[in-house]
């Protein structure tokens, strides 16, 4: 495995960068926490073809395998993580757009893997910690709870009050034992806590399926659930942006038809309870 030296910087300079938000952004019992998963933290540039890059964040699952936002390799010809205080390059990719996760694969990498949590433990209310690549130096750290649990594709998208910038994109939300809970990956442009990271079930079991793995090249045009038109967004999603507009009246028309669509899905109902209780408050209001 050759190693560019395009961007290299010594241990000392490289453990600088990794601390450098913890003293703005955490007390000590923060710091601890997060110098344990900083080392699985890495910074991701993608090449574009015809000059660029577009600038991300990954988590190493092993010690050469890290998970990213496919929306971050997306257009790259190639995609160089930056890991320990050195440049590599990614040799292969696993990509599945549709949930904008990309596995990396980068041999000789022996990077720190976090540990993945259990999707049995994920409950709202648990306090987690974002971590990324929020800038260009310093790692970017912010802390929180989980605000949302939304059922997609056998797993639960996580909606929680740990912001993130979009620099941090493929960074990692941490409970306080230090477990990677999710990948971050996108937030509702609306006030309030609207930030999502995809859950660990939707690539835990594909890590080792290296026959799958393609040299990376841009992947075309396809789009995640996330980034797709309104009409064709998961009804969470659009249960949300309406929660965030507070427009009650479209958020009963819109459970009631997600009631009838997806009649297991218990997010359906409890938008439909938030919407009744928010719609007898306002009329309350008004007498």
């Known amino acids: 495995m050759r190693m560019s030296t395009k961007a290299r910087f010594g241990p000392a300079m490289s453990m600088l960068l990794v601390f450098a938000g913890v003293n703005a952004w955490a007390d000590d019992t923060r710091r601890a926490q997060v110098r344990k998963v900083a080392p699985s933290l890495a910074r991701v540039e993608a090449r574009i073809p015809g000059g660029g890059f577009a600038f991300g964040s990954a988590v190493a699952i092993t010690a050469d395998r890290l998970v990213t936002n ?119 442009p609306a006030k309030g806590a609207y930030y999502f990271s995809m859950p660990v079930e939707w690539f835990r079991h594909r890590v080792f399926e290296l026959s799958t793995y393609r040299p990376v090249a841009p992947l075309g045009e396809e789009k995640s659930f996330w980034e797709q038109s309104q009409a064709r967004q998961p009804y969470f999603m659009r249960a949300t942006a309406l929660e965030a507009a507070q427009d009650w009246s479209a958020m009963l028309s819109l459970a009631d038809a997600w009631m009838e669509a997806e009649p297991r899905n218990p997010d359906s109902r409890d938008y439909l309870g938030k919407a009744l209780g928010a719609s007898m408050n306002a009329n309350r209001s008004r007498q």
């Open 70 to 188: 496919c929306h971050v390799t997306r257009a790259a010809q190639d995609v160089f993580v930056i890991s320990g205080g050195l440049r590599w390059r990614a040799q292969a990719q696993l990509a599945d757009v549709g949930h904008d996760l990309c596995l990396l694969w980068v041999p000789g990498l022996n990077a720190r893997a976090a540990t993945l949590a259990d999707g049995s433990d994920l409950h709202t209310g648990l306090p987690v910690t974002a971590i990324g690549f929020g800038g260009a130096t310093g790692i970017q750290i912010s802390t929180g709870e989980v605000t949302g649990l939304h059922a997609l594709d056998d797993a639960h998208v996580i909606r929680s009050s740990a912001a993130f910038s979009g620099g941090a994109s493929g960074g990692g939300l941490f409970d306080e034992e230090g477990r990677l809970h999710g990948i971050l990956c996108f937030r509702l």
